[in-house]
């Protein structure tokens, strides 16, 4: 069975600032994809960055940025320029390809960006 | 594109009543549905899978009884919460992926409803 570790239940950082949020798994798939979700008080579920498993070049979308390690199974995302409007929970998820897209998740991190 | 909407956002309900949630994909066709659960503070928690046209698929510890889920239509999924009680005041998310899929036409696994808060008196 899959598994999706965030081992930082709680983080802070002040605007402007740089942080990253650390996410492991588990799988024995060779062929998956990775995500990082960002969930607002608001409670949406809005996704940030994607990763192919098969791409080794690290997925950017503005200020966020992937650091993914295969061998290791390691996907930290870095958010540059923190904004307060960062502030919400950040949940890693994995979905092996053609599993139907079900989704694993992490057990989040709560991200508090200070002014 | 690709928007999924959740109905009601916000429901408070007595004790020993049903409530049921909608869950509409609004663009696209939606041959799989998810339901979540999320406790304050923590991570989502798949209660079932949906195919539509056929039974839902449960996760381990979900009461089927007590969930009831239907899927009948390629852009409608509901989630009837049976005889609630306080111990099912929760967030229920739902999700749903249309026939493409990952990796083909779409760039997201699934496509999350906004959710619905369910307190119980």
């Known amino acids: 069975a899959q598994t999706v570790t965030q081992s930082q239940p709680e983080m802070s950082v002040q605007e402007a600032e740089t942080v990253t949020l650390s996410c492991t798994y588990d799988t024995s798939e060779s062929n998956y994809y990775l995500f990082w979700y960002k969930q607002p008080p608001s409670r949406q579920m809005i996704l940030v960055i994607r990763?192919?498993?098969?791409?080794?070049q690290n997925a950017t979308e503005n200020r966020f940025s992937v650091n993914f390690q295969k061998a290791a199974k390691s996907f930290s995302l870095k958010i540059s320029d923190s904004q307060l409007g960062d502030t919400a929970m950040y949940f890693c998820?994995?979905?092996?390809?053609?599993?139907?897209?079900?989704?694993?998740f992490g057990g989040g991190t709560r991200l508090m960006v200070k002014p | 594109g690709a928007v999924v909407s959740q109905h009601p956002s916000w429901v408070i309900c007595k004790s020993g009543t049903s409530v049921k949630i909608e869950c509409r994909s609004l663009d696209f066709q939606a041959t799989t549905m998810f339901w979540y659960r999320q406790f304050p503070k923590q991570s989502l928690m798949l209660m079932a899978t949906s195919n539509e046209g056929s039974k839902a698929t449960y996760e381990q510890g979900v009461e089927k009884d007590k969930f009831l889920i239907n899927h009948a239509s390629l852009t409608l999924s509901t989630l009837t919460v049976t005889s609630a009680h306080p111990e099912d005041s929760s967030f229920y998310i739902c999700?749903?992926?249309?026939?493409?899929?990952?990796?083909?036409?779409?760039?997201?696994?699934?496509?999350f409803g906004d959710g619905t808060r369910l307190s119980i008196l």
């Open positions: 999700s749903a992926r249309g026939r493409q899929g990952l990796g083909t036409y779409s760039n997201q696994p699934q496509h």
């Open positions: 998820a994995y979905t092996p390809r053609g599993a139907g897209n079900m989704l694993t």
């Open positions: 990763q192919e498993a098969y791409k080794q």
